[in-house]
């Protein structure tokens, strides 16, 4: 079975550009979460979205945007990036919400996004 | 509100000798607790987790965590390190009810030869 597929692997962006990432979960996973890590730090929790409905934000700016599709998939939009942008994006994907009972996420390889 | 604190940011130990690292939480109802590990480059993978059923927990690779109510605490081990235990390591909770993982700032574990 495929893991947490996440694309792309690697980019660099200049500041004020607009950026996309891509996270394929596992299937049959219907949740999906998104978070931000910058070197030297935990995961910062951005996002989770269940059943294509956005559940949960952390404490991010309205630059920060997200969707998940009918086939569980999900994007990750950052508008007018800046310096402080860059680091590694994680995508988490559960079966249920975290918080469930016995409900674990599996995590991605991440992207890692450079603002120059 | 939920919290976790490592209390090492690096811990160093010799190839064959016990690993401890060190995690106390906040939680304000009935937790889950996890360990992640992330070798350089890689995303994370799970090593283990506690959902309230036993509250000594068995996780891959020869790592263990015990649960401590009384301690607000999850401490990490494993009684022989080996050279590609050398990660970094979350520990992360969330309670019933929530959407979010929270995670600890990591511990940086080496394993010197």
């Known amino acids: 079975d495929a893991g947490v597929t996440q694309s792309p692997t690697h980019l660099i962006k200049t500041r004020g550009q607009h950026v996309t990432l891509r996270c394929s979960p596992i299937?049959?996973?219907?949740?999906v979460s998104w978070y931000q890590q910058v070197l030297g730090q935990g995961p910062q929790f951005i996002f989770q979205y269940y059943e294509k409905e956005e559940r949960g934000r952390g404490n991010f700016p309205d630059r920060f945007s997200a969707r998940q599709f009918p086939n569980y998939s999900s994007e990750l939009n950052v508008n007018a990036l800046l310096l402080g942008d860059s680091a590694l994006y994680l995508c988490a994907s559960s079966l249920t919400t975290p918080g469930t009972p016995n409900t674990e996420a599996f995590f991605g390889q991440g992207t890692r996004l450079t603002v120059v | 509100a939920q919290s976790v604190t490592q209390l090492d940011s690096h811990v160093s130990v010799s190839e064959g000798t016990p690993v401890l690292l060190r995690c106390n939480y906040s939680s304000s109802y009935s937790p889950s607790l996890f360990w992640y590990v992330q070798h350089p480059n890689k995303g994370l993978q799970l090593l283990l987790k506690?959902?309230?059923?036993?509250?000594l927990v068995k996780g891959i690779n020869g790592f263990e965590a015990e649960f401590k109510k009384s301690e607000t605490s999850f401490h990490l081990t494993k009684p022989s390190a080996h050279m590609s235990d050398a990660a970094e390591y979350f520990c992360v909770v969330t309670d019933s009810g929530t959407y979010k993982y929270i995670f600890g700032t990591g511990t940086r574990l080496k394993v010197l030869a």
């Open positions: 506690y959902t309230s059923a036993a509250t």
């Open positions: 299937s049959g996973h219907k949740s």
